[in-house]
């Protein structure tokens, strides 16, 4: 393998000083971890499935052999130099090498880059800085939660490249080719608490609500042609079908087609089970590894003391399959919060301001059942 094209001028021998005795350890650790993904996975499928797979596995690419190294020093050095190809920035050769394979479905543009084979790297969310990085503390203890760790994304390192800082991730789309992909926001409130707590009443939301439909403020806010946040964010929700059904698909990407992203209007459930459907493209293997995936994340979850004291807001569930397996991940924690101490949550009581009920729980349980019930629609 070779870097030349992704260090961007900056040569392997000034890489390596940087990286220094501890750097070279994690490189080398990393990169053994790459040459032999069976072991790796083999670890994570113990403590809960990371994908059903089905039909005739493609074959494995065989490792590059080091070339023979007469030190533990020179063998540590080649080791790092290769896995800078993890960990260096995606560069324009390695975009194009990786555009029939790698996409960001939705969120926020930029916010994602392919960093290497297998891992990605994330923007941290504007306003985080050491001291306040919500999503890198979830990954964190999610990592470390037995319950958890098999049902997200497998998460490196936080790292700081060119003044800004990044989390390294598990690229959920490796090793699919041309995929089904779905992602799917859940719970019935995608706001922070502390983002709706001014009750003074804005005219520039007035004119955003009035832009999305001229009918939904009130004769008494027409009046005063200003609402409040929470008045605004609600109406939001109420659009789509979070308030109702506690997710929304906020995007499906099919076999050589554009992703589409422009689906919020899809929130009554019969709209809801049709995009589903279309989806799946009724693959029943694919349709009932899903729902069991779906059920084993809500086990997890529920069994997980993380998620008893912590709400879960703006997180999504990113689904995929293709032709011989299918998985499933719970992403996005850059809004999730701690509560008070000694108070508890359930995600699936409605919410009311203070309790931090999200309803994530009530989501996931009205995603499973559609899902199910898109069998029998299916096989009929």
């Known amino acids: 393998m070779t870097v030349t094209s992704k260090m961007n001028s900056v040569s392997r021998q000034s890489m390596l000083g940087r990286l220094g005795p501890g750097g070279l ?24 499935a990371l994908f059903r797979r089905w039909g005739r596995a493609a074959p494995q690419e065989a490792p590059t052999a080091p070339p023979a190294a007469t030190t533990p020093s020179d063998l540590l050095k080649f080791l790092a130099i290769n896995a800078l190809e993890l960990s260096a920035p995606a560069s324009d050769a390695l975009l194009k090498s990786r555009s029939s394979e790698w996409f960001q479905l939705a969120g926020h543009p930029g916010s994602l880059a392919p960093a290497g084979p297998g891992t990605v790297w994330k923007r941290r ?14 990954y964190e203890a999610l990592a470390a939660c037995p319950h958890m760790r098999a049902a997200i994304p497998r998460y490196y390192r936080e790292l700081e490249y060119q003044g800004e800082r990044f989390l390294e ?14 992602d799917v926001k859940m719970g019935t409130r995608t706001f922070l608490e502390d983002e709706v707590s001014n009750e003074r009443a804005r005219p520039d939301l007035y004119d955003k609500m009035v832009r999305l439909d001229p009918r939904a403020p009130s004769a008494a806010e027409h009046a005063a042609r200003a609402v409040t946040k929470l008045r605004y964010m609600q109406f939001r929700e109420q ?23 422009d689906l919020q209007a899809v929130r009554e459930p019969q709209q809801l089970a049709a995009t589903i459907a279309r989806f799946l493209g009724a693959n029943e293997r694919a349709r009932r590894a899903i729902v069991q995936r779906l059920r084993e994340i809500r086990d997890l979850f529920e069994s ?25 991940w719970l992403i996005d924690f850059a809004k999730t919060r701690e509560v008070p101490a000694g108070a508890r949550v359930d995600h699936r009581a409605r919410w009311t301001q203070g309790n931090h009920e999200e309803g ?16 029998t629609d299916v096989s009929r």
Do not use: C
């Open 25 to 48: 350890l994690y490189a080398a650790n990393k990169i053994i971890a790459v040459a032999a993904p069976g072991k790796e996975d083999e670890r994570w499928r113990k403590e809960g």
């Open 125 to 138: 969310a504007p306003g985080d800085h050491a001291a306040h990085s919500p999503e890198r503390d979830a």
């Open 169 to 182: 991730l598990q690229d959920l789309l490796h090793g699919f080719r041309d995929p089904h992909v779905m």
């Open 239 to 261: 659009r789509s079908s979070s308030a109702e059904q506690g997710f929304r698909i906020e995007a499906v990407k099919l076999p050589g087609r554009a992703p589409l992203t």
């Open 304 to 328: 997980s003391e993380y998620f008893k004291t912590h709400e879960i807001v703006g997180s999504s569930i990113f689904i995929i399959f293709d032709e011989e397996r299918a998985g499933a």
């Open 360 to 375: 994530f729980l009530f989501g996931l349980d009205r995603l499973i059942a559609m899902m199910e019930a898109v069998e």
